[in-house]
C-alpha cells in the first residue's frame, strides 16, 4: 500500500478530510459514494458504484446478447468499462468525451463512422446514461459496423430501464 504522508484528525463526529490531490488522482468527485472496508490492519476506501456489483450479471447479458443477437453492448459505471461484449475491453476508462455525455445526461446515437473507444474501430454508436432518482450511474453503449435498425435503438432503452430496476431494488 502507497503511503502519502499525510495525516488528519479526526473530528468529535469522526470525520476525516481526504486531501484534494488524493481525491483528484483517484477520480473521487464531490458527492461520490465511498465504500468502507475494515480488516484487522486498518480502513480501506473504496468508490462505490452499483454498476460495478452487477458487473457478472452484466457480463453473461453482455454475451449473451452478443453470442444470440450480434449486438455489441457495452456497460460503464461513471469511470470505466464494467461489462462488455469483448472481456479486452473491461476495465478500460471511459473518455472525456463519454464522461461529458454522461455528466450531462445525453442520449447519443452517430449518425456516420466514428471511433469512441479506444480499442474498438470505427462504428456506429448509441449511448444511453443509465439514470437512478438523479443519479447518473454509467452508460449503455451499442456498437455495430453497420447503422442500427429502428427495434435496436429501442433495445437500448430496455436495457438501462433493466440495470434502473435492477438497482432500484
Do not use: H
Not at 465511498?34 to 462505490?48: A, N, R, S, T
Not at 447479458?61 to 453470442?67: A, G, L, N, Y
Not at 470505466?80 to 472481456?87: G, Q
Not at 459496423?145 to 435496436?152: A, H, N, V
Amino acid at each position: 500500500m502507497k503511503q502519502t504522508g499525510v495525516v488528519r484528525k479526526i473530528d468529535e463526529l469522526g470525520r476525516i478530510v481526504l486531501p484534494k490531490e488524493i481525491r483528484r488522482n483517484l477520480g473521487i468527485k464531490d458527492g461520490e459514494s465511498l465504500e468502507i472496508f475494515v480488516d484487522e490492519k486498518g480502513i480501506y476506501l473504496q468508490k462505490f458504484s452499483k454498476i460495478y456489483d452487477l458487473k457478472e450479471l452484466g457480463n453473461n447479458i453482455c454475451q449473451d446478447i452478443k453470442d444470440i443477437m450480434n449486438i455489441n453492448l457495452i456497460i460503464t459505471d461513471r469511470d470505466k468499462i464494467v461489462s462488455a461484449f469483448n472481456e479486452q475491453l473491461i476495465g478500460d476508462k471511459i473518455t472525456n468525451e463519454l464522461e461529458n455525455l454522461m455528466v450531462n445526461r445525453e442520449y447519443y446515437q452517430s449518425k456516420f463512422v466514428e471511433k469512441k473507444l479506444e480499442k474498438l474501430k470505427e462504428g456506429y454508436f448509441i449511448i444511453k446514461p443509465i439514470i437512478v432518482s438523479t443519479d447518473c450511474m454509467g452508460m449503455v453503449i451499442m456498437y455495430k459496423d453497420i447503422e442500427f435498425l429502428d427495434w435496436e435503438k429501442k433495445f437500448v432503452d430496455f436495457i438501462c430501464q433493466f440495470f434502473i430496476k435492477t438497482i432500484e431494488i
